[in-house]
Structures are given as structure tokens and as C-alpha cells.
């Protein structure tokens, strides 16, 4: 499936989304289940990784209802195009300091996570689109 699939899914229009996350078009991004190996090393509570060109999902979330997922996608697509700004080693350059940042200012894991500027973005955008869909 498509990232934009889930955007349509869920009354969200997969153009206005590409243009604020430009050059990202939800199109050509693909979402598919996460691999038990990868949702292994995901901390509780994960549900969604981003990478260059793809999103993975835990299965049980693809076997919901697609239009649930809208959001979650607009988040995880902010974290496409970080991943297509900074590239392969600078993106996990920049979530790793972020986060061993937090850490290491004493914060829980969760804590470090939420505080991780890449994270804080994403859910900034998400909130927008949050807000507009009220």
C-alpha cells in the first residue's frame, strides 16, 4: 500500500499534505508491516518507523480501519522528508544526539523521545493537521 492510501482513507487530501512536505509525495511511499525482527527492537508503545522511502506499520494497525490511520501517517511522512533533507547517516546522526541528549539531561526514555526535535516536528505537523480536520 501507499502512504497516500491512508491519507485519501481518511479524508485527508495526499496533495495539499506532498505540498507541505515537499519533495515527499505520499504516492511513492509505501507503507507495509514491520517485520517481527524490527518490532522486536522497537521500544513499547511503538506502532510506526519511518525510513528514506518507506513506512513500516505494526500488522495489527494494517488490519484496522485505514481511515484511523491518517494522522499517523502525516507524522511518519514528516519523518520521510527529515530522512530525505538530512540523508541516511545525518538523519540517524541527528535522532540519536537528540535522544542520547535527553538521556543523558536525565530524562526516561519516554521523555528523551518526546523531547527529540525530529519527533517534535513530526508531531507538530501532525497536530496541524489535527486542528484542521476538527
Known sequence: MRASYFLTAG???PVVVAAELHPIDPVWVRVTAAPRLLRWLWPKGIGAMATRRKIYL???LL???PRLLKY???HELVHVRQWSDYGFFGF???YV???LRGRRKGLSHN???RANRLEVEARDVEQRY???TR
Open 72 to 74: 499517523l501517517m502525516v
Open 97 to 99: 544526539t537528540e535522544y
Open 58 to 60: 505494526d500488522p495489527q
Open 111 to 113: 521523555e528523551a523521545y
Open 92 to 94: 540517524l546522526r541527528r
Open 11 to 13: 479524508g485527508l487530501d
Open 130 to 132: 489535527r486542528d484542521l
Open 63 to 65: 488490519v484496522g480501519d
